[in-house]
T-cell receptor, first 116, second 115 residues
Framework: AQKVTQAQTEISVVEKEDVTLDCVYE???????LFWYKQPPSGELVFLIR??????QNEISGRYSWNFQKSTSSFNFTITASQVVDSAVYFC?????????????FGAGTRLAVHP | NAGVTQTPKFRVLKTGQSMTLLCAQD?????MYWYRQDPGMGLRLIHY???????AKGEVPDGYNVSRLKKQNFLLGLESAAPSQTSVYFC??????????????FGPGTRLTVL
């Protein structure tokens, strides 16, 4: 079975703080894909990153960075120097061969509130 | 470039009524999906399609039907709406990838309330 756990339901920080959103996944497949999506208050889902299981390099994009650790089955997302515009619900998702490629399994999401 | 669009944006139904949600994409994607989003549960796959004329069940298909008569459109139907179908519905599309997973791009969502 495949599963994605985002244990943090809500996080509240003050602007300019760094914040890490946790994502733990379960799959028996050796080839799989991990995603992060952002859902701002306006409601749409915005794609942030796609990572395959063979690429364990951490990735940085501006203030965003992702730490992929296969040893702990985690794909954590860090926002550096958070801003009010980062306030949103963030979803981690998994897709793997046994579940069918192109079928995303989503975590329950983490709501991030960044206060001025 | 519109990407993925959904109509309507909002709808209120009475129990037992029927309706169809329309999803359209202009990216020439082969795959299309319908998800529902409920509080605390993330998104769950209702039905999906891997090409024109094909459909398949996802995780929560009961009470819904779909059709993919044209490549760019994917319709989600509720034949007899129930209060349990109150949710936000998202459509998504992605390219054809047989040996990997491509990124899914989402529409803006439809908020449906069933009274």
């Amino acid at each position: 079975a495949q599963k994605v756990t985002q244990a943090q339901t809500e996080i509240s920080v003050v602007e300019k703080e760094d914040v890490t959103l946790d994502c733990v996944y379960e799959t028996r497949d050796t080839t799989y894909y991990l995603f992060w999506y952002k859902q701002p208050p306006s409601g749409e889902l915005v794609f942030l990153i796609r990572r395959n299981s063979f690429d364990e390099q951490n990735e940085i994009s501006g203030r965003y960075s992702w730490n992929f650790q296969k040893s702990t089955s985690s794909f954590n997302f860090t926002i550096t120097a958070s801003q009010v515009v980062d306030s949103a619900v963030y979803f981690c998702a998994l897709s793997a061969l046994s579940g069918g490629y192109n079928k995303l399994i989503f975590g329950a999401g983490t709501r991030l509130a960044v206060h001025p | 470039n519109a990407g993925v669009t959904q109509t309507p944006k909002f709808r209120v139904l009475k129990t037992g009524q029927s309706m169809t949600l329309l999803c359209a994409q202009d990216m020439n994607h082969e795959y299309m999906y319908w998800y529902r989003q409920d509080p605390g549960m993330g998104l769950r796959l209702i039905h999906y399609s891997v090409g024109e004329g094909t459909t398949a069940k996802g995780e929560v298909p009961d009470g819904y039907n779909v059709s993919r008569l044209k490549k760019q459109n994917f319709l989600l139907g509720l034949e007899s709406a129930a209060p349990s179908q109150t949710s936000v519905y998202f459509c998504a599309s992605s390219r054809l990838e047989r040996t990997s997973t491509d990124t899914q791009y989402f529409g803006p969502g439809t908020r449906l309330t069933v009274l």
